[in-house]
């Protein structure tokens, strides 16, 4: 079975431009959560989508966003790109969303801003 | 102003030690938690969980504890193994359920020969 995927694996973009990320989870998962993963901030939750909804939003502005497909894959998108938003970027997907159960994630996509 | 960076905790052990890692958590109504593992250039990798209503669970060479009364949370990790060394992550769920984490800030753990 293979593991969640995401693309590309590294991206150089530059401030102001913008960026989609894709991650594709494991067949049959419905539950894809993003986070972002920095040095300075660690791993922190940014959304998660269940059936091409946006069910939880974290902290972040609204140039974050994101989107679910019908086949569970799923999109994120930054826009107007700063400096600060380098960062690594995990997908996890989860079978059902439900009730503990555990999250797998990605290898993620690393983001550098210049 | 500039970020600073996570003061990480390490933790180093001799080989064939055993390793113990704690978490303070932070969500008394977290009921579900879980270790992730970390190595470099990759994603976390489950390690091993456990719910609210448990204080204890075991797993292949690791044991997690949990103590709610004081929201900490401790892995154990037996006879540890080089290939141990990584960055370990302790989660918790405000939901009841891994879509949706709240991570700690990691502890290195580095297996000396």
């Known amino acids: 079975k293979a593991g969640v995927t995401q693309t590309p694996r590294y991206l150089i973009k530059t401030r102001g431009q913008q960026v989609t990320l894709s991650c594709s989870p494991i067949?049959?998962?419905?539950?894809v959560s993003w986070y972002q993963q920095t040095p300075g901030q660690g791993l922190q939750f940014l959304f998660e989508?269940?059936?091409?909804?946006?069910?939880n939003k974290g902290n972040f502005p609204g140039r974050f966003s994101g989107r679910q497909f019908s086949n569970s894959r799923s999109e994120m998108n930054v826009s107007t790109l700063e400096l600060g938003d380098s960062a690594l970027y995990l997908c996890?997907?989860?079978?059902?969303?439900?009730?503990?159960?555990?999250?797998?994630f990605g290898q993620g996509t690393r983001l550098t801003v210049v | 102003g500039e970020s600073v960076g996570l003061h990480l905790p390490t933790l180093s052990v001799q080989e064939g030690d055993n390793s113990i890692i704690n978490c303070a958590y932070s969500?008394?109504?977290?009921?579900?938690f879980i270790w992730y593992k970390q190595e470099s250039g990759k994603g976390p990798q489950f390690i091993i969980d456990?719910?609210?209503?448990?204080d204890k669970r075991q797993g292949q060479r690791v044991t997690v504890l949990l103590n709610k009364t004081v929201k900490h949370l401790s892995l154990q990790i037996a006879a540890t193994q080089p290939g141990d060394s990584a960055v370990y992550f302790c989660?918790?769920?405000?939901?009841?359920?891994?879509?949706?984490?709240?991570f700690g800030s990691g502890t290195q753990l580095t297996v000396l020969p």
């Open positions: 996890a997907s989860n079978p059902m969303g439900g009730m503990n159960t555990e999250a797998f």
């Open positions: 969500n008394s109504a977290s009921d579900y």
């Open positions: 456990i719910r609210s209503n448990m």
């Open positions: 067949s049959g998962h419905r539950s």
């Open positions: 989508y269940f059936s091409e909804t946006q069910r």
């Open positions: 989660a918790e769920s405000p939901l009841g359920s891994a879509r949706q984490l709240t």
